[in-house]
């Protein structure tokens, strides 16, 4: 973009037709989103793995709506260019398809944002369905599903072995044809990316899917290094947040400590008349 244009799905299938990676990444709050809206980054998403790098949850299924909406409402105020995505958490679409419409809806009504992301493959696809014909747009996303993580019996890689694979691309086509407007494949081999991207004609974007996809996504904090732990093999730290955040509290503390800080430029001045008059009136 040279031009600052707001991001809209015709441009994301344009950028997919011209090969053009599409670059998506998660944020969770305002200031994260300013920059990266201001840097062009193509699709934000307000993830539910906000339980683990905001909440400090062990996982996103005690992520809730309303953890959500005020979240991604401060990431869509931050970011009038990027395409802005609501995560829908765990139980907010699964029970049935009133409430799959109705949640999704509150990402929009509540937080203005341009579309919304939940997990699942054929299993799901009467949720997308049903979303997508409420004039939602909606996205898939399939592969490793953290959401499902128990059922599925860990963080691990998906679609190595012929029949998960299989299964794989029959539910990204299932996804797609139920009105998905893109998905996202997580923890797969990048061929099985490759023979997915090649079939969709919307746009495919991978998080530990290989290089042939139509775009990648990543979490902020994993990007910048801001959360201690052990991180999924696909990441690619770009900075050491942690340890400049560190020693910048701990400089603090011993600024104040050694009376270091305030300093003058820090303070706020008085007429010495004004204070002249308030000493000679305590007298
Ligand atoms: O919640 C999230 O951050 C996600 C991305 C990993 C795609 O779903």
Redesign the pocket.
Known sequence: MTERTRVTIPYLREKKAQKKPIVML?AYDFPCALLEDEVGIDII?C???LGNTVYGFSG?TQVTMDLMIPHTAAVKRAAPHSFVIG?MPFMSYQPSDETAIRNAGRFLQEAGCDAV?LEGGEEMAERVRAISRAGIAVQG?LGLT?QYVSALGGFKARGRDAAGALKLIRDARIIEEAGAFSI?L?AIPPEIGRIITERASIPIIG?GAGPYTDGQ?L?IHDILGLLPGRKAKFVKQYCDLESQIRSALAAYKQDVESGGYPAAEHCYGIDPKVLETIESDLK
Do not use: Y
């Open positions: 998660t998403l993830g539910d793995s996103t995560d992301k996303h953290p996202v997580e998080i996504v979490v």
